[in-house]
């Protein structure tokens, strides 16, 4: 049913809420009791004059009578019936109305937005458990700090037995003893406190102990991903390096050395791309074109990673919603930009379906598919950039880069793949990683 259709639905639970009787809105309003029966029953539609009436007795905006609820909260409230699981027996016959979901809105906007919020913490609540569990697999920093913390557990029983084992021992040997339990307790707290505020800090979290690529990635979220004063015609390539400069100086999230190097290796690359595809041209081409890679490629003569990437890093006005992921031939993982919904691989042992993967075994081919993690489908292409030629005696460095983009319409035959976020046995009969 049309929203304006709904809207003496909604007139009528409003007049409820207000605890109201028909006769006395209809008198309030100005309108005869009889003619607001039929429009609180759909059979009268309503505008102008008579709705704004309406809307100032029930102290509510008109828009919220005549169009409902915003087409945002709808369509989350059919993504979050899509992900209720199909029925374990013949039993369960309860399932979402989904064609009564804007009636639902329309009658109960405060328990329909409620759901919303819940589903929005359910899902970053989510994001949370697969980053701290892919932390407790694979982060080298991590495992670091539990071997500090173990080394140290080792050396204060060592110490400990010894004294405990040794009747009697000289003065000196007993201080020593004494100092090294003292010193290494310290080392102990000061470990374990790392530890500590390492687990605790999430993916969203303000932690005091980030990787280098997490400050980087903290980096860029917060300019949106988009620079601005990188766009413009900066000169002389002394000023393009003032420019990076300031913006890193000036940031709180940029601490470390090695953050600092990351960080001025992805701006100096994004200022190259800006030139090579001025922000002017890209907006025209999407717009005649929508995303299409191919298509730019043909019409500026950029390689296919560098489209990729520029794609990525223009403002969402643009491009609407994108994501990116890239790893380098050592296996590094570079700065992600994630998409909303999708969980990303933080180390290189993600699913091994992910296209980034498979364009790293051919570098000189790009790939593109269609694929599924949980409720959420996406598109993704990937393309790999060649840093360095391979020679007899050295082998070539590349980068890749797997530009996520919502679910591109495919044929029928062209069926989503299921991915995961980082490998694990999830039963998967055709999958090409080791179990």
């Known amino acids: 049913m049309h929203p304006v259709d709904m809207a003496g639905t909604r007139i009528r639970e409003r007049r409820i809420i207000r605890g109201l009787k028909q006769a006395e809105l209809a008198h309030a309003a100005g309108i005869s009791a009889s003619y607001l029966n039929l429009i609180e029953h759909n059979r009268r539609r309503i505008g102008g004059r008579t709705l704004l009436q309406i809307a100032e007795v029930l102290e509510v905006e008109p828009t919220l009578i005549r169009e409902g609820v915003q087409t945002s909260l709808l369509t989350t409230l059919r993504e979050i019936a899509k992900q209720v699981p199909p029925p374990v027996n013949e039993e369960r016959e309860l399932e979402p109305e989904l064609d009564r979901v804007e009636e639902f809105a329309g009658r109960f906007p405060g328990w329909a937005q409620l759901i919303a919020n819940l589903n929005n913490q359910n899902s970053e609540l989510q994001q949370n458990v697969n980053f701290l569990t892919e932390r407790l697999s694979n982060d080298p920093k991590l495992s670091d700090a539990l071997h500090e913390v173990i080394s140290t557990v080792t050396a204060i029983r060592s110490t400990a037995s010894i004294l405990a084992d040794t009747r009697e021992l000289e003065p000196e040997w007993l201080m020593r003893f004494h100092r090294n339990i003292n010193e ?50 900066l000169g002389q390539e002394g000023d393009a390096e003032q420019c990076l400069d300031q913006l890193i100086a000036e940031s709180d999230f940029i601490v470390s050395e090695d953050a600092t190097h990351l960080a001025r290796r992805i701006l100096g690359q994004y200022v190259c791309d800006a030139q090579e595809l001025p922000i002017a041209v890209m907006a025209d081409l999407i717009s005649m074109h929508k995303i299409d890679p191919e298509t730019i490629i043909r019409e500026t003569g950029a390689p296919m990673a560098q489209v990729l990437r520029r794609i990525a890093m223009l403002p969402e006005q643009i491009t609407g919603a994108t994501g990116l992921v890239s790893v380098t031939t050592s296996g590094m993982l570079l700065p992600r930009k994630p998409m909303l919904g999708i969980n990303l691989p933080r180390t290189p042992t993600g699913c091994a379906f992910w296209p980034l993967h498979r364009v790293m075994a051919h570098p000189e081919r790009p790939v593109r598919a269609a694929m599924r993690q949980d409720e959420f489908r996406i598109t993704a292409m990937a393309a790999a950039e060649q840093e360095s030629a391979a020679g007899f005696d050295t082998s070539g460095t590349c980068t890749a880069y797997m530009l996520l983009l919502p679910e591109i319409s495919a044929p029928e035959s062209n069926a989503p793949l299921d991915l995961k976020e980082i490998c694990s046995v999830c039963g998967r009969k055709d999958c090409v990683a080791p179990h």
């Open 184 to 233: 290494d307790g310290k080392r102990l707290a000061q470990g374990a406190e790392t530890l500590v505020k390492y687990l605790e800090g999430g993916p969203n979290a303000d932690s005091d102990v980030l990787a280098p690529v997490e400050e980087v990635e903290a980096f860029l979220a917060h300019h949106s991903y988009h620079f601005a004063e990188l766009e413009q015609d």
